[in-house]
């Protein structure tokens, strides 16, 4: 198989895997797939699934503030109090 082929081939599985809604592993057995080349050419073929834009999001709060703190918990570790 050429490599144009081969990339075809691969990014057609790949895309039938997405919209299998099935594991990688599960999908590779069901196909007769080897699954660290499925692994590779899905990483290659990998689009990001929630690009981030950059800069800063319009945050609206739903219920008025009464307080003069506000509190943002960006992950576990990072959290902004502002007062």
Request: overall charge positive.
């Amino acid at each position: 198989m050429k490599s144009q082929q081969r990339a075809d081939y691969w990014r057609e599985q790949i895309t039938l895997w997405q919209a299998s809604g099935l594991s990688g592993q599960i999908f590779c057995q069901q196909h007769q797939l080897t699954y660290h080349q499925f692994v590779y050419w899905r990483q290659k073929y990998r689009m990001p699934e929630d690009p981030l834009s950059p800069g800063f999001a319009k945050v609206t709060a739903t219920v008025p503030v009464n307080s003069a703190e506000l509190t943002l918990s960006v992950s576990v570790k990072v959290v902004v109090v502002l007062s």
